[in-house]
């Protein structure tokens, strides 16, 4: 029964997506778009299978993955330990929080100027990019989980006189666990724009960004093509994978039952 419902989803899932791949062959084998602005799905696997062979689109796409690895991770650590400091101590979350909330309402890619300027134009600046990028995300979500720790835990720490790295390990951050996951995910999701972002608006160099901007820059839409459906696989597997990040990390909160 289980396995009939997911096919019904997964029939629905992709129904759509036939009928827009359907549609553009249509419309570009009949001449109803220029084929120099849609090139057929031909065209397009072929540009695949070159960049495959002959140019290391795989390479390509390591360095993209390494950037945005490298800047998550980064994001990850000093998200958590930020949020931390904020929901632990009441004299940070005074001085602090209220520039960070103002401070977190400026666009992502208003920082690229800054960050180009501190950091230059290289890898670094763009791990940088894509760590802040996951930072946000992570520093609310974890510093939201904090503050709702349930009372009841709280007063019984108070009586079994916890100290301060006891309440943190045993109460604080097993209660704001479920956030944490949340904000692990997004920061996830955020990373991999941010690591596009950062390829198209820094300096170019090895990575898919640069793969769709040389397509742009010599006209080749095909080109342009195989790099937004190499970027949109990558961001679909990497939201599965934080869906099961996520799983993974609540695994102990017994199941729901209806």
Request: proline share 4%; aromatic share 10%; glycine share 8%.
């Amino acid at each position: 029964m289980a396995r009939a419902s997911r096919f019904v989803r997964f029939r629905r899932g992709i129904t759509l997506p036939i009928l827009l791949l359907a549609a553009w062959e249509v419309s570009s084998r009949t001449g109803l778009v220029d084929a120099r602005f849609l090139p057929s799905l031909e065209d397009v696997v072929g540009t695949a299978k070159r960049e495959l062979i002959d140019n290391d689109l795989v390479g390509e796409l390591g360095f993209s993955l390494m950037r945005n690895i490298a800047g998550f991770l980064i994001g990850c650590v000093l998200g958590v330990a930020f949020a931390s400091l904020l929901a632990l101590s009441r004299i940070a979350d005074r001085l602090i929080m209220p520039t960070f909330n103002g401070l977190k309402q400026i666009s992502l890619l208003a920082w690229i100027p800054l960050i180009s300027v501190w950091f230059g134009f290289g890898e670094q600046a763009k791990i940088v990019f894509v760590a802040l990028a996951a930072f946000i995300p992570i520093v609310l979500n974890t510093y939201d989980g904090m503050r709702e720790a349930p009372a009841e835990l709280l007063e019984v720490a108070r009586a079994l006189r916890f100290n301060a790295r006891q309440k943190a390990l045993r109460i604080y951050i097993p209660a704001a666990m479920p956030s944490i996951a949340t904000g692990v995910h997004l920061g996830l999701i955020y990373a991999w724009l941010a690591t596009v972002g950062a390829e198209y608006f820094l300096a170019v160099g090895p990575g898919i960004g640069g793969l769709v901007i040389a397509g742009r820059e010599r006209f080749d839409m095909a080109l342009v093509m195989v790099g937004v459906f190499v970027l949109g696989f990558v961001g679909f597997t990497l939201n599965r994978l934080a869906y099961a990040l996520e799983a993974y990390l609540l695994r102990w909160r017994p199941k729901q039952t209806a």
